[in-house]
């Protein structure tokens, strides 16, 4: 039996481009799941401890459809980790929200295929779990009040479609996703954000634009996104820092009780 120290938040982060400006790294840990085994960074901030996720690997050579996203919420969740903070880097359909925007997600469109989307069923049980509103509204809010005093244009509000990637989507595609009145195309953010409600955890993500999506600019390239990713990392972290120092330990959200009325 593993013995942990009870981590109550989690980071996941796409790209590697951040970190909190004062956490401590203390160890990397392997946590032991029913789907593989999870490298985790344990840090410390303000003697909170802290898990800290690539989600694409520590060298960023997993793509988008390799990523084995039940093991990485279920490695957190066996840690105690009770509310996930993400990054998800987005092409944007909105015209206003040029690269190097910040958008707090809170709808998704799924297109992606054959990934394994959810736990259930679970320890002899099935459960149909709620996902109208897929996001925390309580990470929601202490994010956006966050960006408030720290002064960041933080937009709120937006739909976001995930496919299969790695390529990226063609004209048709984004086409099909306007009108659908979608906002953000990405690859990563599902299911992540449905398995963490099926183990009723608090989930947000921070979409960073990086890129206007195909067809509404240039042809994209991988240069040009991660150079309009560069100087954002020091912004996000500075935010993400301010969120998990002012929220409570703990608390009682909505999202804790995802499966009150869900098992079967």
């Not at 793509?63 to 903070?85: Q, S, T």
Request: aromatic share 8%.
């Amino acid at each position: 039996m593993e013995a942990f120290v009870t981590i109550r938040t989690g980071l996941i982060t796409g790209t590697g481009f951040y970190t909190l400006p004062d956490m401590r790294t203390r160890k990397s840990k392997k946590v032991s799941t029913p789907f593989g085994k999870v490298d985790i960074q344990i840090a410390s901030l303000e003697g909170r401890e802290i898990a800290f996720l690539p989600r694409h690997g520590r060298k960023h050579n997993l793509a988008p459809d390799e990523i084995n996203y039940r093991a990485n919420i279920f490695a957190l969740h066996k840690l105690g980790v009770e509310r996930i903070l993400a990054t998800s880097v987005c092409g944007s359909l909105v015209q206003d929200w040029s690269p190097g925007t910040l958008v707090l997600i809170d709808q998704f469109l799924n297109f992606t295929n054959g990934r394994p989307d959810s736990f259930f069923p679970m320890y002899g049980r099935l459960a149909h779990v709620d996902v109208t509103d897929p996001y925390c509204p309580t990470l929601h809010d202490a994010t956006a009040q966050a960006a408030s005093e720290l002064g960041v244009d933080l937009q709120r509000g937006a739909t976001y479609a995930c496919f299969s990637g790695p390529r990226f989507e063609t004209r048709a595609e984004i086409e099909m996703i306007r009108r659908l009145d979608g906002h953000l195309v990405g690859q990563t953010n599902y299911p992540e954000c449905v398995l963490a409600r099926e183990l009723a955890m608090c989930y947000a993500t921070l979409g960073v634009v990086s890129n206007q999506a195909a067809g509404m600019g240039s042809n994209l390239s991988v240069n040009e996104v991660m150079q309009n990713l560069e100087g954002l990392g020091d912004i996000i972290g500075q935010l993400f820092e301010r969120v998990v120092c002012a929220l409570p330990e703990s608390y009682n959200c909505a999202c804790r009780h995802a499966l009150d009325e869900a098992l079967l």
